[in-house]
C-alpha cells in the first residue's frame, strides 16, 4: 500500500510563507512525476506545480515566480516553497505522484488527502 501525506499548511498573511511537504511511503519500486494541485472553495482542482523524476520543473502561470517546487528523492519526498503569498492562493493543497509498486511495478497515480493553506489579514 502507498500513501502520500502532506503537511504544513496553515494560516499566513499576504506577503508571507509557506513550505508544504508530501512524503510518500509504502511499497514504493519508484516515483515518477510528482505534483502540486489546488481546490478553492467552489472551484475545480487546479495543477499549481510538477516536477520530473528528473527535477525538471513546470509551474501554472499564477505562481511563477513565487512558487518553488523539489523532491528529494532519497527521502521520497515532494516540496512546495511558497513566497508572496496572495489571499487568492488560499486553497486546499492537494500532492499527486505517478508510483510504481514494489509488489508488481505497476504505476498508478496517487492523491494526497490535503493541506489547508489559508492567505488572510
Known amino acids: 500500500q502507498v500513501q502520500l501525506v502532506e503537511s504544513g499548511g496553515g494560516l499566513v498573511q499576504p506577503g508571507g510563507s509557506l513550505r508544504l511537504s508530501c512524503a510518500a511511503s509504502?511499497?514504493?519500486?519508484?516515483?515518477?512525476?510528482m505534483a502540486w494541485y489546488r481546490q478553492a472553495p467552489g472551484k475545480q482542482r487546479d495543477l499549481v506545480a510538477l516536477?520530473?523524476?528528473?527535477?525538471?520543473?513546470d509551474y501554472a502561470d499564477s505562481v511563477k515566480g513565487r512558487f518553488t517546487i523539489s523532491r528529494d528523492n532519497a527521502k521520497n519526498t515532494l516540496y512546495l516553497q511558497m513566497n508572496s503569498l496572495k489571499p487568492e492562493d488560499t486553497a486546499v493543497y492537494f500532492c499527486?505522484?505517478?508510483?510504481?509498486?514494489?509488489?508488481?511495478?505497476?504505476?498508478?497515480?496517487?492523491w494526497g488527502q490535503g493541506t489547508q493553506v489559508t492567505v488572510s489579514s
Open positions: 509504502g511499497s514504493i519500486f519508484s516515483i515518477y512525476t
Open positions: 516536477i520530473t523524476s528528473g527535477g525538471s520543473p
Open positions: 499527486n505522484a505517478n508510483i510504481a509498486r514494489r509488489i508488481d511495478n505497476r504505476v498508478t497515480n496517487y
